[in-house]
Structure formats: C-alpha cells, structure tokens
C-alpha cells in the first residue's frame, strides 16, 4: 500500500520504518529539515535498537523517504498521524497543537476513499472533533484511531508484530472501510492472529491512555509498600515475589525502585487527570495525582539514601551515577528519574560524575552544569558513593570485587534493585536499596 506518516519523531520515525520493513510504499513527512536530512540517510535522530538497520534497508529497497513537503503525502491510501502531544507549559493538559496542525496541513492533499489514521497519544473526544474537520472538507476521506503500544527498546519489534492491534472507527460503511484499509496495513499481523479490537473512537483513544494509568498504578504501588517497608523493616522485593505468584496481580513491574519517566506515562497520566476533570469525571481518577506524588518521592529517597550514606558533607564528597536515560536500552532523559537524581546531587553541592552507555549528549543538552564520562571506571575513581538509577546491562554486572578498587568507599546506593546484594556485600560493601533491610 501507499503510505504516508506525519510526523517523524520517536514515534513516527519508527512507524514508517516498520511499515516499510512489512512492504508498504511509505513517506515520511516532518517540517524539521535537520531530522529529515538525516533519516534520508539511515541515521535515526534518537538511539533505538535495530531501528538503523532498518531504515537503512527499506531506504535501498525504495520502500521508503523522507520529505519535507506535505504534498508529498498526496497519493497514499492511509495517512498516519504520529507528532507528538507534550503537556502543556502552562497546565497537565496535552497539548494539540501538533495534531490539529498536521490534519489541517493534510486535508488539501486528501482524496476520496483516503484513510487518515491517529496514532499520537490524545485526550478522548479528540478523535471525533478531527473526524468533524476531515469531513467538514468534502474531500471524501474518513478518519480511524490507532493507538500505539510502542516500548522504548522494543519499538520495531512492538510495531511489526504487535501484541494486540485497536481500531477506533466510525459507525456504518464508513467504518467497515476503514477497518479493510486498516487490515490491509496490518496484513501480516492479522495472518498471525493478532487480537484485534474493533472499537469507537472514544474507546480506542481511552485504551491508550487506561493501559499507561494501570501500568504507572502498579509501578507505584510497589513503590509505596516500599516505602512501607523501609519503616517496617520488611523486603519489598520479597514482598513483589509473594504477591506476583498470585496470577490476577502477577510479578512483572512489581520492582521497587526510583519510579517511572520517560515521554509517556508521567504526561499521559496527567493529560488523563486533566481530560477527566474538564468532562466532570475528576474524582474518577483522582487517585493518579497520588500515583504521580509517589513517583516524584523515590527520586527524592534515593537522593536522600546517598546523601545519608556519606561519612563526609556532601558538598566534600564525590558521586558517581550510573545512568541518565530513563530505562535501558534508551537515550530518551525525558522526565528522567535517573538525569532528575545526578540534578538534584549535584545542586546539594556534591560533585556528581555520570555515565550512560546512550544518553550522555542528550543529557549534556538539558544540564551542561554535570560532569559526564563515557568512560566507566574513571566515573567511578574516587567515589564517595556510587548510585545505580538505570538498570543497564553493563552497570549490572559490574563485579564489586573489582569496583571496589577503584572507589573511594565502597557504598552503593541501587535506585532500581537490579544488583545481588549479598554478592557486594560479601564484596566489603555498604548495600542501599529501596525498601530493603
């Protein structure tokens, strides 16, 4: 099929790549010239494993470009939405100005029987005012919703083979052609029997953003009875392997640590706050405020944890921070909980080194008052106290026998829980973990 992607973001970049990947004839639209010129020539503006490769096959395939021209999305059969939805400067709420601009830089390109398709994050009842406009333009075209389900790290594979497909499509004829169109798009998922969800708009916008709340609930939760047992003096990590075996709770994202970040759940979950409060609904999911406090307050437990774990003042004492990126196998710093820690030591005075396998630049471009290293043992010589906020692979398996070398004392404060305390203990160190004995 014929294809154009609006919007060549994180989301957008890959979507168009995938599409490819799976056969499709694709354009890639953005008004970034800089981000254009470099996808042209296979190199993603954001890291994400695999996504090169794939950009640059479906790129000398001729399945896919990059343009800077909406009128090059003339042609396609089905136009994805994909610009982003940040919240707003001034308040929770998303902000739509992108979406609105896009469709209405798309209409005069559109054609009967034409498919636009959202696929950016929206408050509900979005989807129905865009759908108003596209059909206020008499230009015959329809519009479906399409949310992503896209996991950092994951995305290509999340795109190609998804674990479910959701279409919010109109009622009637209008409907049924929009869902052919769309399983045209998806030919290859619907053969392996993906589960599918044909829906309304309003119910289709809402999985979203449903499925982003339960998940930073559940996260949240476990950091709560963290913080429970920190003063109880009970092992939140036990405690998630006794109530994981419980297969309607189960174990996955039941790891206490220093919270969720990253480009979606903490604005999602606030755009959702703020989306139900405009329709009535507030005290509906007024629970979510306190979902986020919760998260905000690991990050401030593990700055507090180092700072408490110093034999020196900690304007005295050197830091190391293992990671910036908001989870591994990233370079997003996007509300991270990782970049917001070295942030917050740094400006109690202590002098902060931090390392990131990916995220040291986009780092550097939010806070150039740390100090980086690229280098792993030059970051941790001489450090008062070593902090672990993302759970790359290389940080680990870090052997404390051999880190403890090059320290100045051996503390470790693990933001995430991921590390073998007994095993650095054994190793001479002081162990710190969140809602650990």
Known sequence: ????????????????????????????????SGKIARLSEGRPVFFEPGLAEVLISAIESGRLRFSTDIADAAGAQVHFIAVGTPQKRDSHAADLRYVDAAVQSLVPYLAEGDLVVGKSTVPVGTAARLA????????GASLAWNPEFLREGFAVKDTVSPDR???????????????????????????????LVVTDYATAELVKVAANAFLATKISFINAMAEIAEVSGADVTQLADAIGFDNRIGRRFLNAGVGFGGG???????????????????????????????????RQRVVDLTVSSLGRPVHTAKVAVLGLSFK???????????????????????????????????????????TYSTDLDETLRGADAVVLVTEWPEFRELDPVRVATLVRTPTIVDGRNTLDASAWRAAGWTYLGLGRP
């Open 328 to 370: 591994p196998h990233s370079d997003d710093v996007r509300d991270s909980p990782a970049l917001d820690v070295a942030v917050q030591l740094r400006g109690l005075g202590a002098e902060v080194v931090a390392t990131d396998p990916q995220a040291i630049e986009n780092s550097r471009l939010r806070h150039p008052q740390l």
């Open 264 to 298: 979606c759940l903490p604005k999602d979950i606030r755009a959702f706050t703020a989306r139900a409060e405009e329709l009535g609904r507030g005290e509906s999911v007024a629970f979510l405020k306190e979902i986020d406090a919760i998260n905000l307050r690991r």
């Open 1 to 32: 099929m014929k294809i154009s992607v609006i919007g060549c973001g994180y989301l957008g970049a890959v979507h168009a790549a995938a599409m490819a990947k799976l056969g499709h004839d694709v354009v890639g639209i953005d008004v970034d």
């Open 165 to 195: 497909l959701v279409y919010g499509v109109p009622a009637g004829d209008e409907g049924e052609h929009a869902t052919a169109l769309l399983n045209e798009v998806y030919a290859s998922a619907i053969a392996a029997e993906t589960p």
């Open 132 to 139: 108003e406009m596209i059909t206020a333009s008499g230009s």
